[in-house]
């Protein structure tokens, strides 16, 4: 039906493509279906897309990274940028590297730049695909027919894509499908000149049982693994998936999902559940998390189990809604008024988002204490391909427990950790207990005595102290010791560590770490970090009045240790490795 | 998803028979003379009556004196937040059919702070009761002008009588779409406790305004209701009223104070309780008996 | 009418009372009374008092601290105790030095311990009242005899106080003004026995215009002045007496204090006031403020000025909303998402209340930025006196300027700090403005340019950062360099200094300096501790998973010195004096 | 207290015309077809008929879709946090008697997270005109179920369609003591103008639903009410309805979708603004021309 390009093909161990044009072209179906393939096929992947915050649209880019050996980041520079309009060509030019590979759309972008070597290709997406499908269906096709083109040109497997792409059409209607395989075999046979093709190198041998998806819809499922089966909250960009995930998967594990009318009453249902003896979960963005300050601060106080997730995004205040940043830490620690012990774990890639939802369930349980997990933006909507979570193993049973309570249950003892009598609960002494968010003695009742608050507020605080002894130190990347520890936490692990290896193969002794469990540190982290001579911590948020970042502040005040530097920027774009690698080398060369 | 069954009495013992004595918890707090008391009062002969199982009452309120209201009851209870009782009690009611949920607060607690949530536990008639002690004003925090406060009142926030008008309860809470909405009077035992019965029995949003008076803060802010202080209880008579009239009830409602009591408004409509479970025992009868791990398995094998 | 005692007085410097019974009994009026009669008779003062939290009242007690020279706590012991009942009696007898005079109602305190030296004076208060009164007032005018009683036994100005006395119940009816005193008189004619009388020798000559008044009252004192005329609140303990009396000042004025529905309409409706060109004020305690996280975020984003007062309570949650606690700083400063600037101050005593008011306005206007006042249950409730505030040098006009704009305004340059543009305000160039919480361009239009993200967020930091540099160091009480500098913020003022004043009279080189600017600090602050050996921060929250409170979190990530120690309580109660003086001995003789 | 008064015109230049070119800002980033453009467009005619001066005109708005109108009108403006745009603007409208508030905002905005506001700011009678934009979905946060959507209605949060009971938004207006409540709808322009005009020269809080479609995430919704697409347009015939009588309106209020449309509701009573003018001027009276900071060394000389 088509012909496959017939130029020998040259080999190839990563590539970094980005497509940039409206958010109404499908770019990021583009992106989505190459995504999936690179996880059946044995690559690894990194995505990263632009979304506008309008919903009319706009400009918008997707950027994929395919590589036959580990993939961290989604790339500082592109190797081949296609661009559908002038605007696309005229902002994203410069990411394309020297000399790399421009296909353009000559319909639509009309001024060109020679420049550093870049090979210009024209090829009319809209004309083209307007031919292949007919004439009425201009701008819908034009998507199928780049992934076509990409296909051949990549030397993907046409197979396995076009079942991909079959089974997300098939949904739609008959006619759908027809039309994106008449576009995509158009773009697989269009004649790109003399740039010739590429093919993957045989890579190390990946896992066998690889799944590829985004943080958002991994993270739900590492709560339904976790035994989450009720919860609450309000849509907010960019939470709102794991809420709608969590609605339309709940019922078919006999659960319930509120939406609520505000994160207050989001928050407030949540522990209502929590309260009933259930693992339940809320969860929001910046606004969200403010409004669900105070219902946290009666968590703590009243010591009841609960999962909070802040999908963190910029800010202040409406800020930027569909950028990454990481400025919600010091909020998610310190934001309740009073001294409101709660524990804050932060995923640090894809992944790990099973895993982090997990643990987080398993501190909730086992502190009785609110868990905030603190996502990202970029974490939350970007793929990447990985290893497939054993469910068997990890697999937790909803927890309710309403087995009787001896005479002598008392649900806030001191010289325990609190554990709950949920309702429905016989209780054998026949007294039943109360939950509360005024100081209260060990039965739940209101005490003012100074001894009782200075007993409780020891006792909420000595659970915290408690898991950080018990925490690990967060693994090294690279030696245990050495000149530099870059320390970072969330969406960041990719380029720290990529920034690791290149420092590494220039000869610098540098290492990197990610924490993971933010609140409370663990305990021997300050030993980790006396085997380094300089640590430098990299994060996406404010520089602050002092010249520091929030994970830096609680690493100065906990270690007082001036050794510790900072690495922050907000401009709402993942890192760039050469950026952190400029940071690390600066740090390196100071005294 | 719980394995607990509604009113299951516990396997291994004769239910224990539910008296004022055994619900009785910590004396209250509340100031003497306090309306609340003839409230808890009340409360305990209902519970009385209706002899549910120890283990399965629940009582939540938000803040205030009279949201103190389940320290004062030997039962499982939670004392939250000012004005959020609501949503806490429909994250218990929703994830436990199993237990009878009781919500209790002021008006500053239901219609200040907390109106939106009634608005919307009411719209989606979330099962439970909710009896909002109205004593048309602040009486936690000292005499500061209520939501319900009739304008002139003087309080600390409006020392030369308050300014703005205040909300219609029932008119607020027809508009609402709760399906039991009535009025009743704590200083008239006998119609306060039929009252709480018949909203306790109603499989829905049921809730019941109470005039309580604070002595302390208002005193005499009912006396035109309470017949041996010279006012009139005026009773609506259910033979010529349509309880499931919403308009005639608003009418109703037009009343100046002290207005009429008892219930102006009853309707049988499915609790979002009933609709959630609907649409799970869906889903579970298309999975066929797939365990929930399988199913988790299965949506992630979707990714591969 | 009745016969002054006869005894020699002894001659006192200090005297500290307390007066223990049930809330009902109006103790804290008789503290007042007294408390306004040192104001007007040239003797410092200082009181502290507990309140139930339940209306329906419990035990409570004032203590009060009378002093010729300079009063700075409550005082530690008492010299004095009124017991009105067997648990008054029960419950603070410990509180009474040793040798001390217990004065108690021998109808209601029927078990006496003989203890320490302690002299038992029995006076049957309630059954004199019902004599002096008659039968039916039981209860109602004790509190007015032990008045009198005070009044004879200290040899206080009766005049003045029958005066003081007469204008308060002068309100009420005359009925109730000839009860009161005659239960006064009775009291002041009653036989105490032995014990004898006091009078208090001649101090140093305190200033001619001294009031005396507690911390809440002057603060909104202080707001008038600074040219608050609108805000809105909701109340709550201990907040609410300053929105009852701007709500019933404010119409003098022309203002509007208006009562919201919740906090977070408060802070929404004083945010549309400083958006309409005025300055405004809300205010709050714990539960509040973090309900008003969300939309500090949008001031800060918005760049808008506004008070914002937290009188802080007992935490987390509802906690013990009477008792007094420290522990809302961090939420403070970090308690919004994002990176959210705003300026926190800590007003040191009552009197600093109206100035730390007058401070708020002026960087709130010059900032043009949220500034939040943390003051507390202590300070809010508790009697000073002290010189009276010089209005005519401080009064500030309300900011309202609608004066046309010219045609190159814009609301958020980036060179310079942001003015904005109130509604009513003519646009030369026909342009008008634009406030949002958005990130965005000069002209407030919303932006996702990584650039504009980067730049504005660092241009809300720069004024911090340029306020931090023309801020002082805060004074230092004592030497400028020793070895031990002890650190406090809010009310720990009285106790440090006497702290320090014990400790240097024992010869150690002690010194103390109490931060009103708590964020930013003041640039100098490192080079201000670099003087001392040791720095010991004292305050009254939890000493937090790591072993250190808040503002010495703060001050520890800031400095990166390991030098800084922190001693913290929760209990409630205001620090004692030998508390203080214990954990500086202790970091005194450690390493 | 301030000394800016109402409408007065600049002292130096003669007030310029206020026209739709000078009212228009930034285009649009709505979707082509929102419903949202015909507002705005009988917004600015409406302006234009009005000739406010200026500068006097200012536009508050929360967040939502909807709710980004003020970037699109040249006026003063405040775009401020989701649900609290009542608030905001009853800081304005009370602190500053000179100006002219409008609000604009979605059905999630105004119904759902700021239902409280609503009700609060109606029964005050705050001074100010309120523009609900109702495409029964959340749009901007890309199809979730709203207050407004119908049952069945299927969203990303209700994927078998939507479950709870929608509000009524004309029951919860009338029950909250809004002085003037009206429903119009954004493809019928010329009622939508009258409706608007009428809602801005009423003295009081004002509050207009407007369906306005969202084509993006819920095409066709008020089909049934677009002549031009088959529905009926049907306007309450004021010569048989009383706009003053709230419980009339309720019963209209009761009609199915698509419902009546057309003024509901509109009653005289003082608005906050002028009750509070009113105790400052009875305080000032008292005062008898004492400069305020006289006002504040006399009350500080109390406590001597
Ligand atoms: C967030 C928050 N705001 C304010 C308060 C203070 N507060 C406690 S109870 C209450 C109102 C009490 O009035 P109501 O609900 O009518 O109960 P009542 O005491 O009259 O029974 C207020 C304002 C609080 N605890 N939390
Ligand atoms: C506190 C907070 N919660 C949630 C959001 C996310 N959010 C923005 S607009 C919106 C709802 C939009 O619906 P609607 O008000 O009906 O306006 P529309 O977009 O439909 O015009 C939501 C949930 C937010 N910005 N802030
Ligand atoms: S203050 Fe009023 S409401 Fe509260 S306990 Fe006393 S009488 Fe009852
Ligand atoms: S998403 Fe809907 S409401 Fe929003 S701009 Fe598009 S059509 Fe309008
Ligand atoms: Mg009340
Ligand atoms: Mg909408």
Redesign the pocket.
């Known amino acids: 039906m088509s012909t496959p390009p017939t130029s020998t093909p040259t080999s190839l161990r990563n590539a970094v493509i980005r497509l940039a044009g409206n958010s109404q072209d499908g770019i990021q179906s583009i992106g989505g279906f190459l995504a999936r393939l690179a996880g059946r096929t044995q690559k690894d992947v990194m995505t990263y897309m632009t979304i506008p915050s309008t919903i009319s649209g706009g400009p918008s880019i997707f950027q994929l990274h395919l590589g036959s050996g580990e993939v961290r980041s989604p790339g500082d520079e592109s190797d081949v940028l296609v661009a559908f309009y002038q605007h696309s060509y005229d902002n994203h030019l410069s990411a394309l590297r020297d000399g790399g590979i421009c296909i353009y759309d000559p319909d639509e972008v009309k001024e060109l730049k020679s420049e550093r070597g870049i090979v210009h290709v024209p090829v009319p997406f809209t004309s083209a695909t307007i031919e292949a499908i007919g004439g009425s269906s201009r701008d819908r096709g034009k998507n199928m027919f780049v992934l076509g083109l990409l296909c051949a040109m990549y030397q993907l497997d046409r197979e396995k894509l076009s079942g991909i792409v079959a089974r997300q059409f098939g949904k739609k209607s008959e006619d759908i499908l027809r039309n994106a395989m008449l576009a995509f075999d158009a773009g697989y046979a269009y004649p790109v000149g003399d740039i010739g093709s590429f093919n993957f190198a045989e890579g190390e041998h990946l896992d066998e049982n690889r799944i590829s998806t985004d943080g958002n819809t991994l993270m739900t499922m590492g709560l339904l693994c976790a035994g989450v089966r009720y919860g609450s909250a309000y849509p907010i960009t960019p939470w709102s998936p794991i809420m709608e995930l969590l609605r339309t998967e709940l019922p078919k594990y006999g659960g319930i999902y509120v939406q609520a009318e505000d994160e207050l009453a989001a928050v407030a249902m949540t522990i209502g559940a929590a309260f009933a003896g259930h693992l339940a979960v809320t969860g929001s963005s910046g606004p969200g998390l403010s409004l669900k300050a105070?219902a946290l601060s009666y968590a703590s106080m009243a010591e009841l189990p609960l999962i909070v997730i802040n999908v963190q995004r910029g800010g202040p205040s409406t800020g930027l809604p569909t950028s990454v940043e990481q400025s919600d830490l010091l909020q998610a620690i310190y934001g309740s008024h009073g001294d409101a012990p709660r524990i804050v774990l932060g995923p640090q890639d894809v992944e790990d988002c099973f895993y982090i939802a997990l643990e987080a369930g398993r501190l909730a349980r086992e502190y009785s204490c609110p868990v905030i997990i603190l996502s990202d933006q970029a974490l939350s909507s970007r793929i990447e391909a990985f290893t497939e979570p054993d469910v068997d193993k990890h697999w937790v049973e909803p927890p309710l427990d309403i087995t009787p309570r001896p005479a002598d249950f008392k649900p806030y003892p001191l010289d325990q950790i609190t554990r709950h009598a949920p309702p429905g609960t016989k209780m054998e002494g026949g007294k039943y207990p109360i939950v509360t968010g005024l100081e209260h003695d060990e039965w739940g009742h209101p005490s003012s005595s100074p001894v009782i608050h200075q007993k409780m507020t020891d006792k909420r605080r000595r659970k915290l102290e408690e898991l950080a002894r018990a925490l690990p130190n967060p693994e090294i990347y690279g030696e245990a010791e050495g000149d530099l520890l870059i320390v970072g936490w969330g969406c960041t692990c990719g380029p720290i560590r990529e920034t690791v290896d290149r420092l590494r193969s220039e000869g610098h002794r540098v290492s990197s770490t990610q924490i993971r469990h933010l609140h409370p540190l663990p305990a021997g982290i300050g030993d980790m970090f006396s085997r380094f001579r300089k640590v430098l911590v990299v994060e996406m948020n404010d520089s602050g009045v002092y010249g520091y970042g929030q994970l830096a502040m609680l690493l100065r005040a906990k270690l007082a240790d001036p050794r510790i530097e900072s690495f922050c920027k907000t401009d709402g774009l993942a890192f760039r490795i050469r950026e952190v690698v400029a940071a690390a080398e600066k740090t390196l060369a100071s005294a | 998803m719980s394995t607990a069954t509604p009113d299951a009495p516990s396997a291994d013992t004769a239910p224990e028979k539910l008296t004022k004595k055994i619900l009785t918890a910590d004396h209250p707090t509340w100031c003497p003379g306090c309306g609340?008391f003839a409230v808890l009062a009340a409360f305990y002969k209902v519970l009385e009556k209706l002899q549910y199982p120890h283990e399965k009452i629940v009582c939540v309120a938000?803040?205030?004196?009279?949201?103190r209201f389940p320290y004062f009851v030997n039962s499982h209870g939670i004392h939250f937040?000012?004005?959020r009782a609501l949503p806490l009690a429909t994250g218990v009611s929703l994830s436990r059919p199993d237990v009878h949920v009781f919500v209790f607060?002021?008006?500053?607690?239901?219609f200040?702070?907390g109106g939106n949530h009634l608005n919307h536990a009411a719209r989606k008639n979330i099962k439970l009761t909710y009896v909002i002690?109205?004593?048309n004003?602040?009486?936690?925090?000292k005499k500061?002008t209520?939501p319900t406060s009739p304008q002139g009142f003087k309080s600390k926030t409006d020392p030369t009588g308050a300014i703005d008008r205040p909300i219609n309860p029932m008119k607020q809470l027809l508009a609402s779409g709760a399906t039991f909405i009535a009025r009743t009077h704590a200083a008239q035992v006998k119609h306060m406790m039929e009252v709480f019965e018949r909203a306790i029995l109603h499989d829905g949003f049921s809730v019941v305004e109470c005039l309580s008076e604070?002595v302390m803060f208002y005193a005499g802010s009912f006396d035109n209701s309470t017949p041996r202080k010279g006012g009139v209880y005026d009773i609506i008579d259910e033979s010529a009223h349509d309880v499931t009239d919403d308009t005639a009830a608003f009418k109703l409602a037009d009343e100046a104070a002290p207005g009429k009591f008892g219930v102006f408004y009853q309707v049988q409509r499915p609790t979002k309780n009933a609709l959630e479970q609907k649409w799970i025992d869906a889903e579970q009868a298309r999975l066929a008996g797939k365990s929930p791990k399988d199913v988790l398995k299965n949506r992630i094998a979707q990714m591969r």
């Open positions: 105070e | 609340d938000g803040i205030g004196c009279s949201s937040i000012h004005g607060g002021g008006d500053g607690d239901g200040s702070i002690m109205d004593n004003v602040y009486g936690l925090t500061q209520s604070c």
